[in-house]
């Protein structure tokens, strides 16, 4: 009796729960079971795969990613200076000019604006690397979703996050990590003009296409490699009679003519420097160069390869299966468990083709060329050229990418940035001790840019302006100076521009020669027979970090001073 009063007050009163309710009440009682971790796993797989928040996620990642790494990289080279090249670029962009000698001006320009808005100190530098890496990887993302859905698109994301030159090698500002923007837009932009076929398209093509070559003419190895995928592609006609690839060659011409005509006025300088430093190589020598060039870049995409190939293998209680039909048996059903035939509506097969040729083409075309055409290949020049390869490889239709495998791969990716974050400051420390006497990675650069800063105000009471050096000197120097002296070097035909001789002469100078570089009987032949009544010294320098001793290094040091004015 009581449970039937109870009931109909129940009724009465509203408050008796009916069948939708009860069910909403087991859903929310099994859902305060869940582990938060599957919770979270769950909102980020949605949340990655809903085209409506998936590119705000990508954003915060390439953020979350950017600050991470540039608090590692910080505390894993704090022990040395920033490499030469961040500190040309910094050189560059204290004067903005349409050219630099050695490259066009993009670099130099960028690198100009951000040491406006931050300081000039070491985290600024590796911060500027990751925010070009962290914009490269939404890039990236943009890319893939033309070419595969959003999960696809995110584990790609993933994959080069996890990729060396994204974090451990991205740590120097320079034109060849800058193509990491630059290219991927260039890929971009002809993904957008092959689909839609506008002259707008084109437009955005062409000023793609000028960016890229702005920031280094090796870029035409990409802008070759997407010319050559539209003329293979099946659909290559419909794209050709389009207004897009004509307007954006008319497009990219007249957005370089600037640079163009500074070419031409500066006799072409960069093109000298190529063939003055990288040509004219043996057939010999360019074979083995090109081979270290292609095993060192391979080896760099076998850890986001390898990790990936786990997350989509992955099996829970693996072990259960290797101690029931053993290791070989299980090694052989893992390595098929991705793999499933049948059309796969995640892959866009148009513009995959476009993915698949031009990665093909940079990958293998540049050292073939380098080794016909006797050119010094460096590895560096491969650090733009293979970024399309995770997304290559995910846009296989046969490969099956399920939502535990992206959330596997992006718990990979934390665990070795925490990891990482953790142990970098320890590894700085031992790798100090291990190779601090020894490595020229320790040299007091900056040491010796306070010194010379000091001896220069000491005797003129005036800023230092100019700075005669080898680049592994002066721009260093130009970096670490409160002063920020113009470098100038010595003998070098494919000038920056930022200073002359002449003005040098005119401004005063220091002259500084390191002593432990082979070039330096040319440099101390250079100063004497330059300036021969200037102030000679002999610096000597070293670095201490955590009670550990750098190397000693010594410096000849020259001191010119200002021209006097004639009194009228």
């Known amino acids: 009796m009581s449970d039937m009063s109870s009931t109909v007050t129940g009724r009465r009163s509203g408050k008796n729960p009916g069948p939708r309710t009860g069910l909403k009440s087991r859903e929310r009682a099994r859902q305060r079971h869940v582990p938060v971790t599957r919770r979270v796993a769950a909102w980020v797989a949605a949340v990655a795969h809903d085209p409506s928040t998936s590119l705000n996620f990508v954003i915060g990642f390439a953020i979350a990613h950017a600050l991470l790494w540039t608090i590692i990289l910080t505390a894993l080279k704090s022990a040395q200076d920033v490499h030469m090249d961040v500190a040309e670029a910094f050189a560059w962009g204290r004067k903005f000019e349409l050219g630099y000698g050695k490259h066009?001006?993009?670099?130099?320009?960028?690198?100009?604006?951000?040491f406006r808005i931050f300081p000039v100190t070491d985290w600024a530098t590796y911060a500027l690397a990751m925010t070009v890496l962290g914009c490269g990887l939404v890039l990236c993302w943009l890319i893939a979703v033309r070419v595969?859905?959003?999960?696809?698109?995110?584990?790609?994301?993933?994959?080069?996050?996890?990729?060396?030159?994204?974090?451990?090698?991205?740590?120097?500002?320079?034109?060849?990590?800058?193509?990491?923007?630059?290219?991927?837009?260039?890929?971009?932009?002809?993904?957008?003009?092959?689909?839609?076929?506008?002259?707008?398209?084109?437009?955005?093509?062409?000023?793609?296409?000028a960016a890229a070559l702005m920031t280094k003419y090796w870029v035409l190895t990409m802008i070759g490699a997407v010319?050559?995928?539209?003329?293979?592609?099946?659909?290559?006609?419909?794209?050709?009679?389009?207004?897009?690839?004509?307007?954006?060659?008319?497009?990219?011409?007249?957005?370089?003519?600037?640079?163009?005509?500074?070419?031409?006025?500066?006799?072409?300088?960069?093109?000298?420097?190529?063939?003055?430093?990288?040509?004219?190589?043996?057939?010999?020598?360019?074979?083995?160069?090109?081979?270290?060039?292609?095993?060192?870049?391979?080896?760099?995409?076998?850890?986001?390869?390898?990790?990936?190939?786990v997350a989509l293998a992955w099996k829970l209680q693996w072990w259960k299966s290797i101690r029931a039909k053993g290791i070989f048996h299980e090694f052989?059903?893992?390595?098929?468990?991705?793999?499933?035939?049948?059309?796969?509506?995640?892959?866009?097969?148009?513009?995959?083709?476009?993915?698949?040729?031009?990665?093909?083409?940079?990958?293998?075309?540049?050292?073939?060329?380098?080794?016909?055409?006797?050119?010094?290949?460096?590895?560096?020049?491969?650090?733009?050229?293979?970024?399309?390869?995770?997304?290559?490889?995910?846009?296989?239709?046969?490969?099956?990418?399920?939502?535990?495998?992206?959330?596997?791969?992006?718990?990979?990716?934390?665990?070795?940035?925490?990891?990482?974050?953790?142990?970098?400051?320890?590894?700085?420390?031992?790798?100090?001790?291990?190779?601090?006497?020894?490595?020229?990675?320790?040299?007091?650069?900056?040491?010796?840019?306070?010194?010379?800063?000091?001896?220069?105000?000491?005797?003129?009471?005036?800023?230092?302006?100019?700075?005669?050096?080898?680049?592994?000197?002066?721009?260093?120097?130009t970096f670490y100076s409160p002063d920020h002296p113009a470098p100038l070097t010595p003998g070098e035909v494919w000038a920056s521009g930022l200073t002359s001789l002449e003005e040098a002469l005119r401004l005063g100078f220091i002259g500084v020669c390191d002593t432990t570089d082979a070039r330096l009987p040319t440099c101390e032949k250079w100063m004497n027979d330059t300036v021969p009544n200037a102030e000679k010294l002999t610096m000597t320098a070293r670095r201490y970090f955590h009670g550990k001793a750098g190397p000693a290094v010594r410096w000849k040091i020259w001191i010119v001073g200002p021209e006097r004015k004639e009194e009228g």
């Open 104 to 114: 066009p001006p993009l670099s130099g320009w960028i690198a100009g604006i951000w």
């Open 148 to 209: 595969v859905d959003h999960r696809r698109a995110m584990f790609t994301v993933a994959m080069l996050a996890i990729y060396p030159i994204f974090n451990f090698k991205g740590f120097k500002y320079n034109p060849d990590l800058l193509q990491l923007v630059t290219l991927p837009l260039v890929v971009l932009a002809y993904l957008d003009a092959f689909e839609k076929r506008t002259w707008k398209s084109g437009v955005w093509l062409g000023l793609a296409g």
């Open 227 to 309: 010319g050559l995928a539209a003329l293979i592609h099946p659909e290559r006609m419909k794209f050709l009679r389009s207004p897009a690839p004509w307007v954006a060659i008319v497009t990219c011409v007249v957005a370089m003519l600037p640079h163009l005509w500074w070419l031409k006025q500066s006799d072409f300088l960069p093109l000298v420097y190529a063939d003055d430093v990288y040509g004219g190589q043996t057939f010999a020598r360019t074979s083995g160069l090109a081979s270290i060039y292609l095993a060192h870049n391979v080896a760099l995409l076998l850890l986001p390869i390898a990790l990936a190939a």
């Open 332 to 477: 052989i059903e893992s390595a098929k468990r991705p793999w499933a035939r049948g059309p796969n509506p995640g892959v866009y097969l148009s513009q995959a083709r476009n993915i698949w040729v031009t990665q093909i083409i940079v990958g293998v075309v540049p050292p073939i060329a380098a080794v016909v055409f006797g050119i010094y290949m460096k590895t560096d020049w491969g650090i733009s050229l293979f970024f399309l390869v995770p997304l290559a490889l995910v846009a296989i239709p046969s490969l099956r990418v399920t939502q535990m495998a992206l959330i596997r791969l992006m718990l990979m990716w934390l665990a070795f940035t925490l990891v990482m974050l953790l142990i970098s400051p320890i590894f700085a420390v031992q790798t100090v001790r291990r190779d601090g006497e020894a490595g020229t990675r320790f040299a007091p650069r900056s040491e010796f840019a306070l010194q010379l800063t000091e001896a220069w105000r000491a005797r003129f009471n005036s800023r230092w302006p100019v700075v005669a050096g080898t680049t592994e000197v002066g721009e260093p120097m």
